[in-house]
DNA sequence: CCACTTGCTACTAAAACTGTAGCGGAGTAC
DNA sequence: GTACTCCGCTACAGTTTTAGTAGCAAGTGG
């Protein structure tokens, strides 16, 4: 699949608008998870493989160089890690970890949270946001 | 692909934190698109096909029925519009909308943003994240 | 009845994703 | 050297999802 830049015709729009780019770019699978996971701080590769849990190494590194190529993580020496625009962009969607556990009441309203309360992501950089 | 209910297991999760579900389904072709084209405002089937340019029918009333289950849209007279869980989630995710347009800018440095500008989604009800 | 629109299904082809195996390189240990 | 381990990553076959087009059944208006 080829990488969505912005200012290019992307899966669903002709016109490249950005925000279409970025709903194509966080549409694909496990894009979103990755971001997730790696906001709570570096991993290498196998460590990632493992936070994601049930990720195929062919995806994973698929997605990473996409995510690389749009400078929304960076690959150094710890191993893979948000940049700042990964960063900014996780700041925005990390309120999506509260929402859903309210979200899930609703659609089961006898959920227990407390069995599911320990996956929220927590980056060292944003504390206020957990 | 079944539906990822909160508290099952989803892609991804076989725990079904919350969040894992809601990464799922925001992680499918489309949704996130769905969900912001809507929040335009209400649109009939015909009409939200318009506004997806390219998505074909299958895969839309797939989207729809799966948003439809986890109660962030709803069908009535005027066709299929957010709920109020929708319109909560897309408070969230109506930032990416401007912060896409400095990425542009970071990944593209000469990108025109005055030539894509027109396509940010303003829901009627919430004017100020416009 | 006919013409026209709407929501949606059927079907096939193309593309994306999964799952497993394993390569080549780097480190460390003998 | 060679034997071990771990690492990032690739190869490849099989499965699932998505795209793309055609068109049906139901409703509406003449």
Redesign the interface.
């Known amino acids: 699949m080829s990488i969505p830049?912005?200012?290019k015709p992307v899966?669903?729009?002709?016109?490249?608008?950005?925000?279409?780019?970025?709903?194509d770019l966080?549409?694909?699978?496990?894009?979103?998870?990755i971001i997730?996971h790696l906001s709570q701080g570096p991993a290498t590769f196998r460590e990632l493989q493992q936070r994601?849990?049930?990720?195929s190494p062919t995806l994973l590194n698929t997605r990473l160089k996409e995510l690389k190529a749009?400078?929304l993580i960076a690959s150094q020496d710890q191993g893979y890690m948000l940049t700042e625009?990964g960063l900014?962009?996780f700041k925005?969607?990390c309120?999506?970890?509260e929402?859903?556990?309210q979200?899930?009441l609703?659609?089961?309203p006898n959920?227990n949270?407390l069995e599911?309360e320990s996956?929220?992501?927590i980056h060292p950089c944003i504390a206020p946001c957990a």
């Open positions: 830049l912005p200012g899966r669903g729009s002709k016109t490249g608008k950005p925000i279409m780019a970025l709903l966080l549409g694909r699978t496990w894009a979103l998870g997730w994601c849990e049930k990720i749009l400078q625009q900014s962009l925005i969607i309120p999506l970890g929402w859903s556990k979200w899930a609703a659609v089961y959920t949270l599911l996956d929220q992501s």
